[in-house]
């Protein structure tokens, strides 16, 4: 009876990862003021590294060479992923940022097609972009969209490095493991920033409540999902983060878009869903 009262529906599961998600990210972007976004990032990194080293137990000695050289570059860029997104939604509205970072796993989807449908797709997420850029809103900060774009970058090459992993290594050991040389690769900047010196209990347990909705919690809906869901259906309901980025940001932190801004989220999230349906299975 216990295990049916928490058999979450798999649709559920991944709409409560994603709200999990943006949940944290909220919960981030309100503690920069006291500690920074680096400060903020390594909290998180950091205490999600525990977690998950304590939960999964990752043999090292065991990890063969071939595994090195593909689980130290997962880690890597998942660290700086998570860092360079911090310092984007510092400077402009979480669900501008989430929607300019999807673009990085839209193009993971379609690059090296050759079909119409997909290049629409890509003029639509296009759109989308220059939607968002500084010459159609002068508040949105350049910078700031940078950050956005380039974690969007990283993101795709964290896709890609996580496809190539998960070949040759068990999940729990190969994201635990990563989010141990992610943490090792953002503490220094937490500690550079000096924000970590400015740690209170307070401000710790929103640091751990951050890695729990941000990580653990996720990370575990979304491995129910993933062993009950089509891939496809999967990916849809993904499409539909930047969309939850904007809902939560205006909940949590009262971040307003304006009309342009709107209609970028709509663009991303039209173009995420209709590749993912158009696409080769």
Do not use: H
């Amino acid at each position: 009876m216990k295990n049916k009262q928490f058999n979450i529906p798999p649709v559920y599961a991944v709409l409560l990862s994603i709200i999990s998600v943006q949940c944290g990210a909220a919960i981030a972007k309100s503690l920069f003021p006291a500690i920074g976004a680096a400060g903020t990032a390594s909290i998180r990194i950091g205490i999600s590294a525990i977690i998950l080293l304590l939960a999964y137990r990752p043999n090292l000695r065991a990890i063969t060479p071939n595994q090195w050289k593909i689980v130290i570059p997962y880690g890597l860029v998942l660290g700086a992923m998570n860092l360079i997104f911090y310092l984007a939604i510092e400077r402009i509205p979480i669900g501008l940022a989430v929607t300019l970072e999807f673009i990085g796993p839209l193009l993971v989807a379609i690059i090296g097609s050759k079909r119409l449908v997909d290049y629409c797709w890509v003029f639509l997420a296009a759109t989308g972009i220059v939607l968002i850029a500084p010459w159609t809103n002068d508040r949105v900060d350049t910078l700031g969209v940078f950050f956005a774009l380039l974690a969007g970058a990283l993101w795709a090459a964290y896709i890609v490095l996580g496809g190539k992993i998960s070949q040759i290594m068990n999940d729990g050991q190969a994201v635990s493991t990563g989010m141990l040389f992610a943490a090792i690769l953002i503490l220094p900047f937490g500690f550079y920033e000096n924000g970590l010196a400015n740690l209170t209990p307070k401000l710790f347990g929103m640091g751990a409540a951050l890695a729990l909705l941000s990580s653990a919690i996720p990370f575990t809906l979304e491995m129910k999902a993933l062993g009950e869901l089509p891939p496809r259906t999967f990916s849809i309901l993904m499409s539909l983060e930047p969309a939850a980025a904007s809902i939560c940001a205006f909940i949590f932190l009262q971040e307003y878009l304006n009309f342009y801004e709107i209609l970028a989220v709509g663009c991303v999230v039209i173009a995420s869903v209709g590749s993912t349906l158009t696409a080769k299975r």
